[in-house]
């Protein structure tokens, strides 16, 4: 369940900045920020899934 709160939270801030760019008529900014959260989400839920297999 952590695990999932991790990316739902990343997943809000990603459409957030998205959504921001898009409406300053920014589409590469909000492709580069979509890429850069979903990089930053993948390493955030990694480093929880190995914390929670070795201590969980």
């Known amino acids: 369940m952590l695990s999932f709160v991790l990316g739902n939270g990343f997943s809000v801030g990603a459409a957030t900045?998205?959504?921001q760019f898009l409406g300053a008529s920014n589409p590469d900014?909000?492709?580069k920020s979509g890429y850069q959260s979903a990089g930053m989400t993948m390493?955030?839920?990694s480093l929880n899934g190995l914390l929670l297999a070795f201590f969980g």
């Open 17 to 19: 900045l998205s959504g």
């Open 29 to 31: 900014a909000a492709y």
């Open 43 to 45: 390493l955030a839920m």
